[in-house]
């Protein structure tokens, strides 16, 4: 069998899992999801080449630079968002003048694109959720409280898939796409620092609610409603 018969054989039963994801049964729906995560992960294949199985994932799929300009200040939600497209979604939002830069295989740059703006969208629709919550109780609201409560959003998200990684054993496969995006991004952009957003002393209710929350998050929700499903 070829490589690429093997990769074929791969993505078709990938499809069965993102199908079977679909489950009104959250648990099962949850398991197929991480399965078929666990092998586009042990593959390095992209949602793209399991759609269209007859394309080949080769040399073809290089690094790409995509700009993304938000058109204003960049909100602290998409500061949020961007570390955990970086984790966990095989590419790298870089903070720009007036956006972010990301860098990625160009199959994956289209997905975590999308994933940051679903993570931004539901970072602030849960905000403004709990902010509404708050006032109801007579509880003052503060920019403070909001940069905390996203904080711990963030936290609590990444600490759901961090737990999901490690349950798969996907260390060692993400370890190889981890150097190669590193080498890519010293290539294409050169030196980068990582962003860390501000924190507030005094919100600790706000940023416990956040975790909690941010545990909750389904990314899988977010593929679904931009169509990258299989």
Sequence with gaps: MTQQDEN????????????????????????????AMELLTQHNLSIQYVES?????????????????VGKAISHQQKMA?????????????????GFLFVGR??????AVHVFEFLSQTFERLWV??????????VNVSGGMKIEFIN???????????????SLKQEQALAIIDDKLRTAI???????????????????????????????????????STGHRG
């Design 8 to 35: 074929e054989k791969i993505a078709l039963r990938v499809k069965k899992l993102l199908a079977m994801s679909a489950s009104s049964n959250q648990h099962e729906a949850d398991a197929m999801m991480a399965k």
């Design 53 to 69: 199985v007859e394309e080949r994932e080769t040399d073809c799929d290089k690094f790409v630079r995509r700009p993304y300009m």
């Design 82 to 98: 961007a570390p955990v497209v970086n984790k966990f979604f095989f590419c790298n939002p870089i903070l720009t003048k007036g």
């Design 106 to 111: 160009e199959s994956n740059v289209e997905i």
């Design 129 to 138: 959720a709990y902010r509404t919550e708050t006032k109801a109780r007579g």
């Design 152 to 166: 711990g959003l963030q936290i609590g998200l990444i600490k759901k898939l961090a737990a999901e990684r490690a």
């Design 186 to 224: 010293s290539q294409l952009v050169g030196q980068t620092k990582q962003v860390k957003g501000a924190n507030f002393a005094g919100w600790d209710d706000a940023m416990a609610a956040g975790v909690r929350q941010g545990q909750q998050i389904a990314i899988r929700d977010g593929l679904q």
